[in-house]
């Protein structure tokens, strides 16, 4: 009798997030039911709490750990997982929670919100690959549903998946006419990672680069173009760039000139 073949593991774990990347995954509907048949589900724990798997082909982590507890499961994962990808601007660059990291005394802040609280670990937010190796980052907030369904499938028939390094403004509908930042509003399309199909630019809100930045970007050129553009403060810049906690990436992503 012919066995047969087996199927790979899959985890799809959630850390401190708004789980919005994992529900993304759920509307993908009969194409997320048609991937179940493919994989054996070995943590899933928004759809179901499953036994504990002893080795992952494919580990999908959403979130930033947080607590010491998390950082401890996020290590485990990483040992028993071939392949780790970061879901979302959270795993990926830190997320909204990094928000709270940019304000100065974050402290003083965790005693404005928690005055009556003691022993909460207040730690600096950090993207998964900044504690464990990862693979494989698929940006958003929330994700692409459907760049996920290639980028997954891709990765599970061996091939090679990418991200294409371009920017937001070359999918823009405004590009060449009503451009927002032309028309002096802040958008960060021409650094931020394309992908999206630009649709907040496309429904006239400029784009806060929820996907992150792209490699090698001309961090100066953006500044002075929403300082004289859109006549934002360098305080103001520095605030929409913090939005997904995406600005020590497009510090680090930045070129010297
Ligand atoms: S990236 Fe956005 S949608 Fe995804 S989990 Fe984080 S906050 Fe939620
Ligand atoms: S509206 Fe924004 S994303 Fe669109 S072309 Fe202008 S700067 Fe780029
Ligand atoms: S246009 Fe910008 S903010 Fe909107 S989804 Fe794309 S990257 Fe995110």
Do not use: W
Not at 63 to 91: F, N, P
Not at 175 to 194: E, R, T, V, Y
């Amino acid at each position: 009798m012919n066995k047969e073949p087996k199927k790979p593991v899959i985890a799809i774990l959630s850390l401190t997030c708004c789980e919005g990347c994992q529900v993304a995954i759920f509307d993908l509907g009969e194409r997320f039911l048609e991937f179940l048949t493919k994989v054996n589900i070995g943590d899933f724990r928004l759809a179901e709490e499953l036994p504990d798997v002893k080795h992952y082909d494919i580990a999908i982590v959403e979130g930033t750990a947080i607590t010491k507890e998390q950082l401890r499961r996020l290590k485990i994962v990483r040992k028993k997982s071939k392949i780790l990808i970061a879901l979302g601007a959270c795993a990926c660059v830190g997320g909204p929670q990094e928000i709270k990291d940019y304000r100065g005394d974050k402290n003083r802040l965790l005693r404005y919100v928690y005055p009556n609280i003691r022993g909460i670990d207040n730690p600096n937010v950090k993207s998964v690959k900044e504690l464990v190796k990862v693979d494989f980052e698929i940006p958003g907030c929330p994700i692409n549903k459907d760049e996920f369904f290639s980028v997954i499938n891709k990765i599970l028939k061996g091939e090679k998946a990418e991200i294409e390094q371009k920017p937001v403004c070359e999918e823009c509908p405004r590009k060449n006419k009503n451009c927002l930042l032309l028309l002096g509003k802040p958008c960060l399309g021409a650094i931020s990672l394309a992908g999206c199909g630009a649709p907040c630019p496309a429904n006239n809100f400029p784009c806060d680069g929820c996907r992150g930045p792209r490699k090698k970007i001309n961090l100066e050129a953006m500044k002075k173009a929403l300082k004289y553009k859109a006549h934002l403060h360098d305080n103001e810049i520095e605030m929409i760039m913090e939005r997904f906690g995406e600005k020590n990436e497009i510090i680090k992503n930045s070129i010297k000139k």
